[in-house]
């Protein structure tokens, strides 16, 4: 009895380990479902309450964009996008406020060095965002397109190019073929730029875009063309440097016609205004050299050098016999 008794208590004692281990079993299961579900509900809490959070901070800092934008702020503007690209580098909304900040920030600098980080800035900011986000092309390009130009002649290329692709997205702004006309120009394509001349030119009929175009299509071989809009821009501008430089220009379309009482008379007019006009004491020493007076050219020539003595023009002729 006590035998099968120990035995049965062996079973038994085994009967109960086990009930033992399914009660343990269940207990774990059941403390593990009471931290778990509190556990998932404090990640949830702070989940939503972070995502709650990030688009307050967004709509704050969205509408504290806009508002400093509004004002032509830019500085407050970009430094403003900077702390949450930090944290987001790939939203597009502070991307482009931030390329475009520092694209007007670039132009307000008076220094070369200056605007050249800005343009920077905003090139690697907007192409960025476009790199993101396709549906932003047109404006994007646009912005881009007179990064580029900022930045000098190497980048001529990529700025035509943008500028392009943002008129192939259907997006127009009246300084468009301004830029574009002066950009090839510069490339030397001088059929695109007298193009682009001709429609800025119906929009706009600034004293620096009628130089600027006066250039381009003497450069052509327009010499005709080239006079009229000079004279226009001489005449209907306030600016007394464009109004010297567009005598210049026609004090050189007058010399090569040979008539030299004009000549002399616009570049007389540029001395009259502005005494320390080396460039048309030059012109005048070539004037007079054409008319084969050296002693008066010579004499013009070291009045240039007088004023500006890094003329490199005016010194060879003075050293050539």
């Known amino acids: 009895m006590d035998i099968y008794n120990s035995e049965n208590d062996g079973f038994s004692g085994f009967g109960t380990k086990r009930k033992r281990r399914r009660k343990l079993k269940t207990l774990f299961i059941l403390i593990s479902f009471l931290f778990t579900v509190p556990a998932i509900l404090v990640i949830g809490y702070f989940a939503i309450g972070a995502s709650f959070r990030l688009q307050r901070e967004a709509n704050t800092s969205t509408k504290a964009i806009e508002e400093r934008w509004s004002i032509g702020d830019y500085k407050a503007v970009y430094d403003t996008c900077i702390e949450p690209l930090e ?12 390329g475009y900040s520092a694209f007007f920030l670039g132009l307000a600098e008076l220094d070369e060095e200056p605007r050249l980080v800005w343009m920077d800035a905003a090139v690697t900011r907007i192409r960025k965002a476009m790199a993101l986000n396709a549906s932003i092309a047109g404006q994007a390009e646009y912005v881009l397109g007179k990064a580029y130009y900022y930045k000098g002649w190497y980048f001529y290329d990529s700025s035509a190019a943008c500028l392009e692709n943002a008129e192939a997205h259907g997006f127009a702004a009246a300084d468009m073929d301004e830029y574009l006309a002066v950009i090839f120009a510069a490339l030397g394509d001088t059929a695109k730029s007298l193009g682009r001349f001709e429609k800025a030119l119906s929009v706009s009929r600034s004293d620096l875009l009628l130089l600027a175009a006066a250039r381009a299509f003497l450069d ?46 616009e570049l007389t007019e540029a001395l009259g205004e502005n005494p320390d006009a080396s460039e048309a004491h030059y012109l005048l020493g070539m004037l007079y050299s054409d008319q084969g007076d050296s002693v008066r050219a010579r004499s013009e020539w070291r009045k240039t050098l007088a004023i500006d003595p890094t003329h490199a023009a005016a010194r060879q002729k003075l050293n050539d016999r």
Do not use: C, H, M
């Open 87 to 98: 944290r987001r580098p790939d939203d597009t909304t502070y991307l482009l406020y931030a």
């Open 220 to 265: 052509a071989g327009n010499d005709s063309k080239a006079e009229a809009l000079a004279i226009e821009a001489k005449t209907g501008t306030f600016d007394a440097v464009i109004r010297e430089q567009a005598r210049f220009l026609l004090a050189g379309i007058y010399r090569a016609k040979k008539d030299s009482a004009r000549a002399e008379r």
